[in-house]
């Protein structure tokens, strides 16, 4: 159960600060950039490519501080969200990474899915900083997983 919990993290990895600085491409059917809100818009198809991470959805909005688009606030992908890095794939319906809080949270109708096994839940926070993934159930049902000996 660990080894699942553990591939989480570094799932979300490639998001961490430290790793920021490397290089990050996106590509959707349209970009908007709103000033007022400090936010950069990709929607249509999106992706995003790290090296370490790769994301898919319908939308992504990356809200800036003063600091420009270097200065990531949050990065907020919704509607069919899919995560792959080279050894696991999770997917919900949204998610949102806080690089201040080091934090990613994916929640509706979570999957998780490695080698190790399949995780479900209504919502997985973890937090980057602590090294704690916390699978949490949707409202009235379980946080279920399959887990297979290695």
């Known amino acids: 159960m660990i080894r699942p919990l553990l591939s989480v993290l570094i799932l ?8 920021a600085q490397q290089k990050v491409e996106i590509s959707a059917d349209l970009f908007t950039v709103e000033e007022t809100s400090r936010q950069a818009i990709f929607t ?4 995003v490519t790290h ?6 959805a319908p ?4 809200t800036y501080g003063e600091g420009g688009t270097s200065d990531i606030r949050s990065f907020e992908a919704t509607g069919a969200v899919r995560l ?11 998610a949102v990474f ?9 929640t509706g109708n979570v999957v998780v899915i490695n080698a190790s096994g399949t995780i479900k839940a209504g919502e997985l926070v973890v937090n980057m900083g602590t090294g704690v993934s ?8 379980r946080v279920t997983g399959v887990f297979s000996a290695q």
């Open 98 to 106: 806080t690089p201040g809080a080091q934090t990613l949270r994916l």
């Open 134 to 141: 916390t699978f949490t159930a949707a409202s009235g049902g």
């Open 59 to 62: 939308k992504v909005v990356a």
């Open 44 to 47: 249509g198809s999106v992706v």
């Open 12 to 19: 979300v990895g490639g998001l961490s600060p430290a790793l």
């Open 51 to 56: 090296p370490s991470v790769t994301v898919w």
């Open 84 to 94: 792959k890095t080279s050894d696991q794939e999770a997917s919900g319906e949204r």
